[in-house]
């Protein structure tokens, strides 16, 4: 099985950098995703890492350890917009074909002015 | 534009009364997949369809079933609700099962039990 765990909430300012962290122990592991999540929509694709490392991409960039089952998510340059629940996943094969993403609860991350 | 779409947005049932949840895609994707999020937990997978092969979760309870008569659309089908499937459902699709292939969610559906 997977468990994974993340902080529940995070609060930060405008303009700053937040690392928001994810620590995993699984049974199996086939990458780490990160998604973003608004109230009330559907959750977004935000990275993949599968090998240790940071991988970046604009604003964001996510850093993984397999070795320590660890993961973070680094935004910088925070914005209004960045308030979002972010969801760590631990991707596994399924049976019969297709990804199983297993999901964290997610951090509640608000930015304020 | 939206490329998979959830119908409706919002789902209001009685309890009991069967009811069921719709997905489509434009992405023409090998697989979808029903997840359950209710309020502050992490979206749990249901089930999932390879093609036309459906894989249930083990721990995904009988009441709940999946049709997918086409590669476009797949649904939901919850027999009997209880109070506690209230909850959002999001469907998603991924291309294949590819190391790095991403899931595209969509919007869900929010399912409320009287």
């Known amino acids: 099985g997977q468990n994974i765990d993340q902080p529940t909430e995070m609060t930060a300012t405008e303009g700053a950098i937040v690392q928001i962290n994810c620590t995993y122990q699984?049974?199996?592991?086939?990458?780490l995703f990160w998604y973003q999540q608004h109230a009330g929509e559907a959750p977004t694709f935000l990275s993949y890492?599968?090998?240790?490392g940071l991988e970046e991409k604009g604003r964001f960039s996510s850093f993984l350890s397999r070795s320590k089952g660890y993961s973070y998510l680094l935004l910088k340059e925070l914005q209004m917009k960045d308030s979002a629940s972010y969801l760590c996943?631990?991707?596994?094969?399924?049976?019969?074909?297709?990804?199983?993403?297993?999901f964290g609860t997610g951090t509640q991350l608000k930015v304020e002015l | 534009d939206a490329m998979v779409i959830q119908n409706p947005r919002y789902q209001v049932t009685q309890f009991g009364k069967p009811v069921t949840l719709s997905c489509s895609q434009t992405l023409n994707h090998n697989v979808m997949y029903w997840y359950q999020q209710k309020s502050s937990q992490a979206p749990k997978l249901l089930f999932h369809y390879y093609d036309k092969d459906f894989n249930n979760e083990a721990d995904t309870p009988d009441n709940f079933q999946s049709r997918r008569p086409n590669t476009s659309f797949c649904f939901l089908d919850i027999r009997s609700p209880g109070l506690g499937d209230a909850a959002m459902y999001l469907c998603?699709?991924?291309?294949?099962?590819?190391?790095?292939?991403?899931?595209?969610f969509g919007s869900g559906t929010q399912l409320s039990v009287l």
């Open positions: 998603a699709t991924s291309r294949s099962n590819r190391l790095n292939e991403k899931l595209f």
């Open positions: 890492n599968v090998l240790d």
């Open positions: 996943a631990v991707r596994d094969l399924l049976t019969g074909g297709g990804n199983k993403l297993t």
């Open positions: 699984t049974s199996g592991f086939n990458g």
